[in-house]
């Protein structure tokens, strides 16, 4: 890239501190310009910012020669004082200085390109900084010291070693090589569909711990859905009244459980209703529950089994309300949100089921629906590379070098083009 750009690296507003970044050819210039010389590598020296006759501010002042920084260019780094004048001063002066304003994740995406990370470490950057428990965190920091990266290597090299094989068979038939050399390469191709199995089964688990697992509230009208969701949720955030059909659409709620981040969805009552806004309620309480990594069945004593139980799975949780009121009829946990009686006994609830779906003793070789995809192809090669090799070896090395592009495309190694917008999209301005 040949130009120069530059970001502000904290968020807008009034701060103590505000630090902008530079990445590019000309990040030496702008500063000398700025500071009047540029200052000992990655050492933090306080200077006077100057643009013209103006005086900007007094600023600590960072400098990053190229390759050794974080984009692999020349970088620098302004720790400012956060009023908006400032920055807004020092902005100003760096476009005047013929430098241009950073897209959302360039400063990340030319460290990609730069080979200073591979494109699933560049993910982890962004899902770091959107991280908001011990879970997702720890979980983006192991995708950026490579450990994601390092199971795709793994399956690209079993990839390579069978492809090995099947060549040296057609590119050398005159050479010396054992008999069949090719159809050698058949127990390799099963123990890696096995292993990208076993992958694509674990795949929920990393997108869970980075998108949130979700847990729902279902249950008949009146049964207590909406006390409990408060109680969970320690706040009054859905309005409970006696009338039936209080809830009439889906109210969602962030928690962090045992460090893991959940979505709490409370969700109008299951009923048949003449209602327009409650059949949508319904409708839309319904789909939730369809998709929910775990339901939460509320019940009160007393009350029909009702529309609830169709969407009840076997690992899900029965919760009966009112218990300073009546015993529960049947099997489950059972919680006054009046008293607060049983309400520890659900959170143990929710952190054991958390604990038991969530944590696992290999890194998730999925933490994206990208990945999901990646790894599918990737199956579906090896199984038809598999295939043909039983039938002529020739015809198996076009699957398996599909199967490696569609590895590789996980780490950047190789075509990844179509996928650049997709990853860094999301990324904030000055990442």
């Known amino acids: 890239m040949a130009d120069t750009v530059f970001a502000l690296a904290t968020p807008a507003g009034r701060g103590a501190i505000a630090v902008v970044r530079i990445s590019g050819p000309k990040t030496k210039a702008a500063l000398t310009a700025l500071v009047g010389s540029s ?31 974080y984009t692999g260019e020349d970088v620098a780094e302004l720790h400012l004082h956060g009023g908006r004048a400032v920055v807004e001063g020092v902005l100003s002066a760096l476009s005047d200085l013929g430098l241009r304003p950073a897209e959302p994740g360039e400063f990340t995406r030319r460290a990609f390109e730069n080979g200073r990370m591979d494109l699933a470490q560049a993910e982890a950057v962004a899902d770091l900084i ?15 010291d490579g450990a994601l990266s390092a199971v795709y290597s793994g399956f690209r090299a079993d990839l390579l070693r069978a492809l090995a094989l099947v060549e040296a068979e057609i590119d050398f038939p005159d050479e010396e090589i054992p008999e069949n050399l090719a159809r050698t390469a058949g127990p390799i191709l099963d123990r890696l569909a096995d292993d990208l199995r076993r992958a694509l089964s674990d795949a929920d688990r990393g997108e869970r711990v980075r998108e949130g697992y979700r847990v729902v509230l279902i249950g008949e009208t009146n049964a207590g859905k909406s006390s409990l969701f408060n109680a969970l949720v320690a706040r009054e955030a859905a309005i409970v009244t006696p009338i039936p059909g209080t809830t009439r659409d889906v109210l969602d709620a962030q928690l962090v459980i045992e460090g893991y981040a959940v979505t709490l969805s409370d969700t109008a009552g299951l009923r048949e209703s003449d209602d327009p806004v409650e059949a949508e309620g319904v409708r839309r309480a319904r789909a939730r529950a369809a998709g929910a990594d775990l339901r939460l069945w509320v019940r009160a004593p007393g009350d029909p089994e009702g529309a609830a139980a169709a969407f009840v799975q076997d690992d899900d949780l029965v919760i009966w309300t009112k218990a300073d009121l009546a015993p529960p009829d049947g099997a489950g946990l059972s919680v006054s949100t009046a008293t607060g009686l049983g309400l520890d006994s659900v959170h143990a609830a929710l952190a054991d089921r958390l604990r038991r779906d969530l944590t696992g003793a290999d890194f998730p070789a999925v933490t994206r629906s990208r990945h999901r995809r990646r790894l599918g192809e990737a199956l579906a090669a090896v199984q038809d590379g598999r295939r043909a090799l039983r039938l002529a070896p020739e015809m198996a090395g076009d699957d398996l070098r599909r199967a490696a592009t569609a590895l590789s495309q996980v780490t950047g190694e190789i075509g990844v083009e179509d996928v650049l917008g997709e990853v860094f999209a999301s990324f904030c301005i000055g990442k």
């Not at 990655?42 to 390759?67: I, K, M, N, S, Y």
């Open 39 to 69: 200052p000992r590598p990655r050492l933090a020296t306080l200077r006077t910012l100057r643009h013209g006759e103006a005086r900007l501010d007094q600023a600590l002042v960072l400098w990053f020669p190229a390759p050794a920084s």
């Open 130 to 144: 959107d991280a908001e428990s011990a879970a997702q965190a720890k979980q983006a920091l192991g995708q950026l």
